[in-house]
């Protein structure tokens, strides 16, 4: 998983993630952006669910984290799983509408992330 962090003209922090991994980008663009405490959050709730077979859920603006020991899901919201919507064949996957990667790589993002911001 390949990610890139840029600020635009305005200064601000742009996250653009690897093919399969786009909703992850979209989630730091949409949710953290401005709100870096969601970052605290998520730490606290991956070192509360450590060991453990809970899951934690935060439901954003745009997307919702869905974390457990092992691995981190990000949705849009408006990625529905109404089956009666769905033609013959289609599938639920939207590659820039949902991505997974493990609890380890996630952190490893959230601090390349700070380290950013903080021009490092």
């Not at 600020?7 to 742009?14: L, M």
């Not at 998520?42 to 869905?66: C, D, F, H, N, P």
């Not at 959230?110 to 911001?117: M, S």
Request: aromatic content about 10%.
């Amino acid at each position: 998983m390949e990610y890139e962090f840029l600020k635009d003209v305005t200064g601000v922090v742009k996250v653009r993630m690897s093919m399969g991994h786009e909703a992850i980008g979209h989630w730091f663009n949409d949710e953290v952006n401005g709100h870096p405490e969601i970052l605290a959050e998520v730490e606290a709730a991956i070192a509360g669910v450590k060991g453990s077979e809970r899951q934690w859920q935060r439901v954003g603006r745009e997307y919702t984290l869905l974390l457990d020991e092992e691995e981190v899901m990000i949705r849009a919201n408006q990625l529905g799983f109404e089956g009666d919507d769905m033609e013959e064949g289609m599938n639920y996957y939207d590659e820039e509408s949902l991505s997974f990667c493990g609890v380890e790589d996630f952190l490893a993002i959230i601090a390349a992330y700070r380290a950013f911001l903080l021009g490092r």
